[in-house]
């Protein structure tokens, strides 16, 4: 029982989006519960009714978070039932439902993104408006009380929308951050491990094919001893840049060392990877300049297999790379079977 807690605590702070719709779902079953039970137990059905279908719509979307780990459906939809409940219940209680409007602002900038929050805010206040001015008394006592509240609405939606974007704006710079080298933008190993979980897994349930690439520039350690770090750190920036250019979109790469970098490639064959592997060898002799005159990289490759752990696929890959180097550099080896093969191509 701990471990679960501990899992599921360890969840949540790991996924800030969920945390935000679990939170908030328990303040929204909480605080709205109590008000469906009395309007029900007092007659008033219309506004009991929509109560009740925001506390199990609240529900229903935050196990359909946990479960299905897609955080950005439920938002939508608990900003969509949210701001309909809202209406309605503004609509049928008249001023003292007008209360329920602001909660429903902040509600929305958690929910969804600025944009969409900002257009849900002024859809609400658009039908309030319309529904005052059709049926006069109904829901605002007054033209000067519909205006007033118009203005403070908006107000608290412009610096709701001002906070949350550049919270949001925050949030995503700092996730990059955490995932990217800052040197080569290149992911780190931190997103490697992560990635390589993920394809270890995909290959188990749907058989999905991965292949790794584990590259290593050649002699760039005398590049920083002969013109300096800044020289290496141009180097560096230029082969990931080239990397980048002659992978596919699907493919992901990575700086997991000084001058050591990691390629994956999703729906790749063994055939495929040494295809890609001499190309990028071809490439990076062809057009990675130093002061010192080209750069070449060694390479070792592995294709996932059945049943593999990614930290073994990984270190299949890397003992192909030692034999690369080991072999005169400037080539690639590939491991071919689980059984140790391999094949060595070399870069003309």
């Not at 605590?9 to 709205?32: E, H, P, Y």
């Not at 602002?105 to 319309?130: D, E």
């Not at 590259?215 to 990931?240: E, S, T, W």
């Not at 050591?260 to 055939?271: D, H, Q, V």
């Amino acid at each position: 029982m701990a471990t679960q807690t501990a899992r599921l605590l360890k969840r949540l702070r790991n996924d800030f989006q969920l945390s935000i719709i679990t939170l908030m779902g328990l303040f929204g079953v909480i605080g709205i519960s109590p008000y469906a039970v009395y309007r029900l137990l007092n007659g008033n059905y219309l506004v009991g009714i929509a109560d009740t279908v925001i506390v199990f719509s609240t529900l229903f979307a935050v196990l359909y978070a946990w479960f299905t780990r897609d955080t950005v459906k439920p938002g939508i939809y608990l900003a969509a039932v949210f701001s309909v409940g809202s209406t309605l219940i503004a609509i049928n209680l008249g001023v003292n439902g007008l209360f329920w409007i602001y909660p429903l602002i902040l509600f929305n900038f958690f929910m969804v993104t600025p944009g969409k929050a900002l257009l849900a805010t002024s859809l609400v206040l658009a039908c309030l408006v319309s529904h005052a001015l059709l049926v006069p008394d109904s829901v605002f006592e007054s033209h000067y009380q519909m205006v007033s509240f118009l203005v403070t609405c908006m107000m608290a939606s412009v610096l709701s929308f001002i906070f949350a974007f550049r919270t949001r704006t925050q949030r995503d710079q700092l996730q990059l951050l955490a995932i990217h080298d800052p040197l080569t933008g290149a992911r780190n190993r931190r997103a490697m491990n992560e990635e390589l979980k993920i394809a270890m897994a995909s290959h188990r349930r749907h058989s999905d094919s991965y292949g790794l690439l584990v590259m290593d520039l050649d002699h760039f350690k005398q590049i920083n001893d002969r013109f300096g770090h800044h020289v290496g750190d141009q180097v560096l920036v230029a082969f990931v840049e080239l990397i980048m250019r002659c992978s596919r979109k699907q493919d992901r790469l990575f700086r997991f060392g000084g001058e050591e970098f990691l390629l994956l490639l999703p729906n790749t064959e063994a055939e495929g990877l040494r295809a890609a592997a001499q190309n990028l060898l071809s490439r990076v002799a062809n057009e990675l300049e130093s002061p010192g005159g080209p750069v070449t990289v060694s390479i070792g490759g592995a294709i996932l297999h059945g049943g593999e752990h990614w930290e073994s696929w990984l270190q299949r890959a890397d003992e192909c790379l030692y034999r690369a180097k080991s072999e005169g550099r400037n080539r690639a080896v590939i491991a071919d079977t689980p059984s140790g093969q391999s094949k060595t191509t070399a870069s003309h």
